[in-house]
């Protein structure tokens, strides 16, 4: 599930992250949704996503010779209600900043489920952190 928290300031931002790292969120299950490019290292020294709905002044250019909208473009990819789009977009509007968290449900365990080399379970069990080419049934090199 896709939480999203407003907030005025890079000071409440990041201790609403802090908020998130404690409930158990990793960096890059966080974006912030932003008008204008933050200049605050502690961002883009993380994995966390910036998104910049201004974009740079060709972006300008284009949206305003075609229409689009880029805050609805960005809200877009969250399939929210026409109110929460709504919402949100007159807060990117206001320079306010968008916490989203998503927790990623995905496995990470692509290689070891899928992989050819590792179906023999003895040797998953034994040593799950030592694997030898010898003990694979896959192509030797």
Do not use: C, W
Request: hydrophobic share 30%; proline share 1%.
């Amino acid at each position: 599930m896709t939480e999203f928290k407003i907030v005025e300031n890079t000071d409440e931002l990041f201790n609403e992250i802090d908020k998130k790292h404690s409930e158990g969120y990793e960096d890059y299950e966080l974006t912030v949704l932003s008008r204008t490019k933050l200049k605050d290292e502690r961002i883009h020294d993380s994995e966390i996503s910036l998104i910049v709905t201004s974009g740079t002044f060709s972006d300008a250019m284009a949206k305003m010779l075609t229409g689009e909208d880029s805050e609805q473009a960005v809200l877009a990819n969250y399939h929210l209600s026409e109110e929460e789009e709504k919402r949100y977009k007159e807060a990117i509007l206001d320079d306010k900043l968008i916490l989203v968290a998503s927790k990623d449900e995905s496995n990470h365990r692509e290689v070891e489920d899928n992989n050819a080399a590792y179906n023999d379970e003895e040797v998953n069990d034994q040593r799950k952190d030592e694997h030898y080419a010898e003990e694979s049934e896959g192509p030797k090199s």
